[in-house]
């Protein structure tokens, strides 16, 4: 039996989210504004990515704006939008050279064209790359996201390429902007906050979930590595019950 376990759970998680909270606290401890907490946080972004094809992680999903997000001032909104900007104007090159295929997920809509143009061309850029999959959700939402997808469902059934008896979780999943990826094994939440805050829900239905007190930006790439290793302790059942 603990052979058969340990076979089940040996593995470390191919597709870890992460929540990436605590920036703004972490800012506050040391006396200055919200956005020096995100600029630290951008730092934890590329020691953690770097840390992944190590651990065996071939899919990194990071949480970096919500559509809750924009009820934030106007100045720390504006801010993490210029930051987004610059972060992939500054770290484009290092990811295509180091195998990384980076994609965005939510809804572009309200997102500024200067920076909904620099996300497509980093995309197509580093299409060709397959070393770790690197997700983005911005101005992402759960609920927001199956909406859409139900619309888009919808809108095939009122257009007569699909009728309702093609709705099941597996057609509704493909109008999801997660399509391509596979669902995450293991879900990451920062900064000592347990909820999930509208992330990935229905991807995560099976998902494991670690919630660290540690603020993002002293998330270092060795705690990751103790949270991954923590993960390989755990059974995973999937529903089922295991002999
Ligand atoms: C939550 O912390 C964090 C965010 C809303 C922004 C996350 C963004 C980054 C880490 C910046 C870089 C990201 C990329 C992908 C380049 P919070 O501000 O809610 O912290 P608090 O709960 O302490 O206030």
């Known amino acids: 039996m603990r052979q058969e376990i340990d076979e089940t759970t040996a593995s470390g998680p191919a597709h870890v989210a992460i929540i990436m909270d605590g920036?703004?606290?972490?800012?506050?401890?040391?006396?200055?504004?919200?956005?020096?907490?995100?600029?630290?946080?951008?730092?934890?972004?590329?020691?953690?990515l770097q840390a992944c094809p190590g651990h065996g992680v071939k899919y990194l999903t990071l949480f970096a704006f919500s559509t809750e997000n924009w009820k934030r001032t106007q100045t720390e909104v504006a801010g993490l939008m210029l930051l987004f900007r610059k972060y992939i104007q500054r770290e484009a090159q290092a990811l295509l050279d180091n195998g990384v295929r980076v994609r965005f997920i939510g809804d572009r809509i309200r997102l500024d064209e200067k920076l909904v143009s620099l996300m497509?061309?980093?995309e197509l850029l580093t299409a060709g790359n397959d070393l770790i999959h690197l997700t983005i959700a911005l101005n992402y939402g759960g609920r927001?996201?199956?909406?859409?997808?139900?619309?888009?469902?919808?809108?095939?059934?009122?257009?007569?390429?699909?009728?309702?008896?093609?709705?099941?979780a597996e057609t509704l999943a493909r109008f999801l902007d997660t399509h391509v990826l596979p669902d995450p094994d293991l879900v990451i939440r920062t900064s000592g906050e347990a909820r999930i805050s509208n992330f990935l829900l229905w991807q995560s239905a099976y998902a494991e979930y670690e919630f660290v007190d540690t603020l993002w930006p002293d998330f270092t790439a060795a705690e990751f590595g103790r949270v991954l290793a923590k993960y390989g302790q755990r059974e995973r059942r999937f529903g089922a019950v295991l002999a």
């Open 144 to 168: 927001d996201e199956v909406t859409r997808a139900a619309k888009r469902l919808a809108y095939e059934i009122e257009m007569g390429r699909l009728t309702h008896k093609d709705v099941d």
């Open 23 to 48: 920036n703004g606290r972490w800012a506050q401890q040391r006396g200055r504004p919200r956005l020096f907490g995100h600029h630290a946080g951008a730092r934890r972004v590329r020691e953690v």
């Open 120 to 122: 497509d061309e980093l």
